[in-house]
Nanobody
Framework: QVQLVESGGGSVQAGGSLRLSCAHSGYTRTPYYMAWFRQGPGKEREGVAIINWRYGTTYYPDSVKGRFTITRDNDKSTLYLQMNSLKFEDSGKYYC????????????????????WGQGTQVTVSS
């Protein structure tokens, strides 16, 4: 049974930093891609970072590019999201997600592409 457990959320002032972690286990196959999503109050869930687990290649939307960094530690089976220069609009519940199959059609971070999800960790940025 695949489990993803996020941690590291909290409250921070605008301009500050947080690092989220996602410990995952229970796979019969190594994840192919993992990603971070967020959902702010009254907003739809949006993808903020994705990583190819084997090669470490990454993709970000413009809204977080240059501020967020997704990394992984194979030995610890843990995914990270380093968030710098946080803004009020970065507030929300952050989820990690994974899939064990390849993606086709170019880089994207789409909720429907991911099979496994964590329960989320709250990030609150005060202005």
């Amino acid at each position: 049974q695949v489990q993803l457990v996020e941690s590291g959320g909290g409250s921070v002032q605008a301009g500050g930093s947080l690092r989220l972690s996602c410990a995952h286990s229970g796979y019969t196959r190594t994840p192919y891609y993992m990603a971070w999503f967020r959902q702010g109050p009254g907003k739809e869930r949006e993808g903020v970072a994705i990583i190819n687990w084997r090669y470490g290649t990454t993709y970000y939307p413009d809204s977080v590019k240059g501020r967020f960094t997704i990394t992984r530690d194979n030995d610890k089976s843990t995914l990270y999201l380093q968030m710098n220069s946080l803004k009020f609009e970065d507030s929300g519940k952050y989820y990690c997600a994974s899939r064990t199959e390849a993606l086709y059609g170019g880089w994207r971070i789409s909720e429907s592409d991911f099979t496994y999800w964590g329960q989320g960790t709250q990030v609150t940025v005060s202005s």
